[in-house]
């Protein structure tokens, strides 16, 4: 599967924006999609994750309560409110194959990668 990330910015602290996965080259509904992010001098961390049938979510403790993942047939979003300076990253969605349904948090078990998608919030 091929990923293609999208929707990034610059937004002001406080503000919003939805970034964008979009799949191409395989059935999506088959894979289980993450978010990461990377900022720069720092390593990748986990943000968020969605089984490959949407029913099973999971977000990093950092964002819990601002980050919600979502799908639908083809693109897979971050939604992100309250942003702070300290969510500027380059933001990375990652596919693996999955027929448990299962989500993960852990990039290595990821095998598809997008190329990314910058968000940089000012204060």
């Known amino acids: 599967v091929q990923l293609q990330a999208s929707g990034g910015g610059l937004v002001q602290a406080g503000g919003s924006l939805r970034v964008s996965c979009a799949a191409s080259?395989?059935?999506?509904?088959?894979?289980?999609v993450g978010w990461f992010r990377q900022a720069p001098g720092k390593e990748r961390e986990f943000v968020a994750a969605?089984?490959?049938?949407?029913?099973r979510k999971v977000v990093g403790d950092f964002v819990k309560g601002r980050f919600t993942i979502s799908r639908d047939k083809d693109t897979v979003y971050l939604h992100m409110i309250s942003l702070k300076p300290e969510d500027t990253a380059i933001y990375y969605c990652?596919?693996?194959?999955?027929?448990?349904?299962?989500?993960?948090?852990?990039?290595?078990?990821?095998?598809?990668w997008g190329q990314g998608t910058l968000v940089t919030v000012s204060s």
């Open positions: 990652a596919a693996r194959w999955d027929v448990s349904g299962a989500v993960s948090v852990r990039d290595h078990q990821y095998g598809s």
């Open positions: 969605i089984s490959r049938g949407g029913t």
């Open positions: 080259g395989a059935t999506f509904g088959h894979y289980a």
